[in-house]
């Protein structure tokens, strides 16, 4: 598990970089919001998506309509993988919930 200082930093580079890939796009397609750990995202017909930190379990969780995920750091990869064993990974994963439900390509690279 990742000491407390490693998690918050991955955590905020996570939520930066969805806060300046989101906000990019016109707020009446997807309309970002963060708030200290927490980052909304309102979606062009009015879908919400979640992404919040979990520091007692060190992950991000992941909640739109009626789905969720939970995601832990993966050292050997670099990434935040589905905890599930899914081998779904955070960034595909919103990328995806968007172009569901936005219609929109997401340009996390």
């Known amino acids: 598990m ?3 200082s490693t998690y918050k930093h991955l955590a905020d580079a996570v939520m930066s970089r969805i806060e ?3 906000g990019a796009f016109d707020p ?3 309309d ?9 995202l309102t979606l062009g017909n009015s879908i919400k998506c979640i992404v ?3 520091r007692p379990t060190r992950q991000i969780w992941l909640a739109a309509r009626d789905r969720a995920w939970h995601f ?3 050292d050997e ?5 589905d905890d599930k064993g899914t081998g779904s ?21």
Request: one cysteine or more; hydrophobic letters at 40%.
């Open 72 to 74: 832990a750091y993966d």
């Open 2 to 4: 990742l000491d407390e």
């Open 28 to 30: 009446d397609v997807v």
């Open 20 to 22: 300046d890939v989101m």
């Open 77 to 81: 990869g670099g990434r935040w993988m």
């Open 32 to 40: 970002c919001d963060r708030a200290g750990d927490v980052v909304t």
């Open 89 to 109: 990974e955070l960034f595909a994963t919103i990328s995806s919930v968007v172009k569901q439900h936005a219609g929109v390509d997401v340009p996390f690279g």
């Open 52 to 54: 919040n930190t979990q």
